[in-house]
């Protein structure tokens, strides 16, 4: 009870500056997954589309991207590029940071994700006279839309949680903030239990709704059951 | 580039990736045990507390950061006057995350072992501890392999932010040695290769494990 009085106490200092870097990070994680949206996206079409060459070039992207941490990229980004006289801002490098990782990411969901629609579908609708462009916003993309729901989903919370760690790089989010707060007023519990409940309430609720959505589908008429690339996808993003 | 200098390099990189694996693997330890005993637990106890208790730490450590849980871990309990080492901090905080993630693997594993499974042994007159032991657990291990495999690699990923409670780490040893030299690109492309090398060697290892373990 005296660690809540402890907190209520110090909340007229501490809510306007944890809320500001809530905004922050909030808005450090909308800004990523839009970009990483539109690289995993092109990552995916490369792979499909294009000569053998840049096949490689992407699924070598997907490999690295995968393989090294978001933090080594970040470093890379915001300490690294101005050494050969390019600047990025902090909160840019962050973004830039998160997409270039979870572009590699989104890229594969979209792959299983478009996986699960028979071939038969893409080669009517060119067949119909669809334009590539069409088919794929048209036929393939909606029908895809309620197999990737999930796993973009457990992405996007994935990604909350990652931009924390642009706190390394002195983006000024919410555990940059908390930091700050902790060396001002020396009650680390306090303000890290505070901000942890913080990302627990944006990231909890979306957890549910993975669930929900999951469970709306496995009932649903699924008319092409593609259990394994499915379940893979998740267990991937795990 | 220097001689002298590049071996400053490669051996702060060498020394940090030894850090690197001993935090991987004390929490890898730390998370399986964890992940497996509440796993255990949540299949044998039939009372609803037990699994709510269960699932209040599952969800509480898969939905807060890494990070914030790491500061909240090494600050925090220091407040109170219990002052770990960032090493001892590192492997518990990242063990205790990973147990909430194994946690849902392994539950995924045993679910996914056919009902019969179970009937078939209670029906041969196995004790439900029996039957889970011999039964349940050595076909749900197997298909909790691959995924365990995907954890393994991300926990490897991220003893990179144990740097951040100063724990000498890669990234951690990468920083100082970039302050010396300046090498900046150069050091910090170094630690993305050591990185991906041990993950790569992790994700194989879990690869061939697979096959040994394939019927």
């Known amino acids: ?238 | 580039m220097n001689n002298a200098m590049m071996n400053r390099i490669v051996d702060a990189l060498l020394s940090g990736a030894i850090v690197t694996i001993e935090v991987s693997l004390g929490a890898l330890a730390l998370a399986m045990a964890i992940g497996l005993t509440l796993a255990t637990i949540d299949n044998l106890a039939r009372a609803r507390a037990t699994a709510f208790v269960i699932r209040v730490y599952v969800e509480a450590l898969r939905n807060v950061p890494s990070l914030t849980f790491l500061f909240l871990l090494y600050f925090g309990l220091a407040a109170l006057g219990l002052r770990l080492s960032s090493l001892t901090a590192a492997i518990a905080g990242l063990g205790m995350i990973g147990g909430a993630v194994v946690f849902d693997i392994f539950r995924a594993g045993f679910q996914s072992v056919p009902k019969g499974q179970s009937e078939a042994a209670a029906a041969i007159g196995l004790k439900p501890l029996a039957a889970f032991r011999l039964v349940i657990l050595p076909q749900g291990l197997r298909l909790a392999l691959p995924p365990l495999g995907n954890y393994a690699v991300g926990l490897v990923k991220d003893t990179s932010l144990v740097a951040a409670i100063a724990a000498p780490e890669v990234m951690f040893n990468a920083r100082q040695i970039v302050n010396e030299t300046f090498a900046t690109a150069w050091v910090y492309g170094a630690a993305a290769l050591l990185y991906l090398a041990l993950t790569f060697i992790v994700g194989q290892a879990f690869v061939l494990f697979e096959r040994r373990l394939e019927y």
């Open chain 1, 1 to 238: 009870m005296q660690f809540l009085e402890t907190i209520l106490a110090n909340l007229a200092d501490w809510a306007p500056r944890l809320s500001e870097a809530l905004v922050t990070s909030l808005a450090l994680t909308c800004a990523g997954f839009s970009l990483a949206l539109v690289f995993g996206l092109s990552i995916e079409y490369f792979r499909n589309r294009s000569a053998a060459s840049i096949r490689l070039i992407a699924n070598v992207y997907v490999a690295v991207a995968r393989g090294v941490p978001i933090l080594v990229i970040l470093y890379l980004i915001y300490f690294g590029l101005p050494a050969s006289g390019i600047v990025v801002s902090a909160f840019a490098a962050g973004t830039i940071g998160l997409a270039l990782v979870y572009g590699a990411y989104l890229s594969e969901v979209f792959r299983a994700g478009l996986g699960v629609i028979p071939r038969g579908q893409r080669e009517a609708a060119l067949a119909a006279g669809l334009t590539p462009a069409q088919t794929f916003r048209l036929v393939m993309l909606p029908q895809a839309i309620r197999h990737m729901l999930a796993p973009l989903l457990v992405n996007l919370i994935s990604l909350l949680k990652d931009s924390s760690i642009c706190a390394l790089i002195a983006v000024p989010e919410l555990t940059l903030t908390s930091r700050a707060i902790m060396s001002e007023s020396f009650l680390p519990l306090h303000v890290f239990a505070l901000t942890a409940c913080l990302y627990f309430a944006m990231a909890w609720p979306a957890s549910l709704a993975v669930r929900l959505v999951e469970r709306r589908l496995a009932r649903g008429p699924t008319r092409w059951r593609q259990p394994d690339a499915e379940a893979n996808l998740l267990v991937q993003s795990i």
